[in-house]
């Protein structure tokens, strides 16, 4: 693998907007709307985050996702974006974001 190879990677820092409970997904979910900004936008995900999360409290949260995957259908949700995290000792997600605020829209180097 080489850095060209991680370049290929669009990783962005987006808001979230809206999230929602995904009751119809096999595993527990919650529907994602996250915003990053100017020429990306707002996209759609959902993340199997909800042991740490609730909807409620994920509005306003800035978090990193992959953005230039092709879409992918998950049970009746079409996931625009891949939001990333990293597994706890037992295994459950907790979200990647930056540790200050940031510009929407920055890409991760």
Known sequence: MTYDDFQKVDIRVGVITRAEPFPEA???AIKLWVDFGGEIGEKRS???ITVHYKPEDLVGRQVLAVVNFPPRQIGKVMSEVLVLGVPDAAGEVVLIGPGHAVPL???LF
């Open 105 to 107: 829209g920055g890409r």
């Open 46 to 48: 959902s993340a199997q």
């Open 26 to 28: 096999r595993k527990p």
